[in-house]
């Protein structure tokens, strides 16, 4: 193989999960300059985009402008689904603005009008899929249930049960590894079989992304700076 023609080689595509954001754009902007996601890979994004953070309005449009660079595959996390069900008014929105939807909104230039959000940002949370998977993994927000299939699960484990409600969940019955957000962490949760990519980013932690076949991290704190040390790697999924 000459160098011209290894050049035009393409580099493998990778599929990379990130871990809860919850409004922290500055990271987010980092962590998508330092992976590069290139034409063919799938980023997948396991939910929580927005809350709690600074600017729940730059991850989003950060997020609706990255699916134009790559495969873009978001999950819909609890969070979100508060965000949508607040549109209605009443309880559902006093439920959301108690759970972190207050700094939402604020980053929207509004300290209550739901009314300021744009459609297409709305938009983009309908397009959001309630789970993912692969030849080897599935992608989930919160948890599963061991021996109910994907397709089967129900909304308040998918995106609501934490991994502390009970002791973790053994193994899959479909033999995928699970990649799950939602259960804070201080450090990745790796059981091998399931790996919880939610370090805390916006409580002072990490905000974290995985590339799920080679097993390589990157993690960078809520301003976008790297975590010291030379980049770690988890061990490579089966």
Same mark, same amino acid.
């Given at each position: 193989? /000459?160098?011209?023609?290894?050049?035009?080689?393409?580099?493998? &595509?990778?599929?990379?999960?990130?871990? #809860?954001?919850?409004?922290?754009? /500055?990271?987010?902007?980092? @962590?998508?300059?330092? *992976?590069?996601? +290139?034409? #063919?890979?799938?980023?997948?994004?396991?939910?929580?985009? =927005? %809350?709690?953070?600074?600017?729940?309005?730059?991850?989003?449009?950060?997020? *609706?402008? @990255?699916? #134009?660079?790559?495969?873009?595959? &978001?999950?819909?996390?609890?969070?979100?689904?508060?965000?949508?069900?607040?549109? %209605?008014?009443?309880?559902?929105?006093?439920?959301?603005?108690?759970?972190?939807?207050?700094?939402?909104?604020?980053?929207?230039?509004?300290?209550?009008?739901?009314?300021?959000?744009?459609?297409?940002?709305?938009?983009?949370?309908?397009?959001?899929?309630?789970?993912?998977? /692969?030849?080897?993994?599935?992608? =989930?927000?919160?948890?599963?249930?061991? +021996? =109910?299939?994907? %397709?089967?699960? #129900?909304?308040?484990?998918?995106?609501?049960?934490?991994?502390?409600?009970?002791?973790? &969940?053994?193994?899959?019955?479909?033999?995928?590894?699970?990649? =799950?957000?939602? /259960?804070?962490?201080?450090?990745?949760?790796? @059981?091998?079989?399931?790996?919880? @990519?939610?370090?805390?980013?916006?409580?002072?932690?990490?905000?974290?992304?995985?590339?799920?076949?080679?097993?390589?991290?990157?993690?960078? %704190?809520?301003?976008?700076?790297?975590?010291?040390?030379?980049?770690? +790697?988890?061990? &490579?999924?089966?």
């Amino acid at each position: 193989m /000459t160098i011209s023609s290894f050049s035009r080689t393409r580099a493998v &595509p990778r599929t990379i999960a990130i871990g #809860d954001i919850h409004g922290c754009s /500055t990271a987010l902007a980092k @962590l998508l300059e330092w *992976i590069a996601p +290139q034409p #063919d890979d799938v980023l997948v994004p396991l939910g929580d985009f =927005v %809350d709690r953070g600074i600017d729940s309005k730059g991850v989003i449009e950060q997020l *609706i402008s @990255l699916s #134009d660079r790559c495969h873009l595959v &978001p999950i819909l996390g609890n969070h979100e689904e508060m965000m949508l069900g607040a549109r %209605d008014g009443g309880a559902d929105f006093r439920f959301w603005i108690n759970c972190g939807g207050l700094a939402c909104l604020d980053s929207y230039g509004s300290t209550g009008r739901i009314d300021l959000i744009p459609r297409s940002h709305f938009a983009f949370l309908e397009s959001c899929r309630t789970y993912f998977e /692969t030849e080897r993994h599935f992608f =989930v927000h919160a948890n599963y249930q061991p +021996q =109910v299939p994907l %397709d089967r699960l #129900d909304i308040q484990t998918l995106r609501w049960l934490s991994l502390r409600d009970y002791v973790p &969940p053994s193994p899959h019955c479909s033999g995928k590894v699970a990649i =799950v957000g939602h /259960t804070p962490q201080p450090e990745i949760l790796d @059981l091998g079989y399931l790996k919880c @990519l939610d370090t805390g980013g916006c409580f002072g932690g990490w905000l974290t992304a995985l590339d799920v076949a080679s097993g390589r991290l990157w993690q960078v %704190d809520e301003k976008g700076r790297p975590r010291g040390g030379p980049m770690h +790697q988890l061990p &490579p999924s089966a």
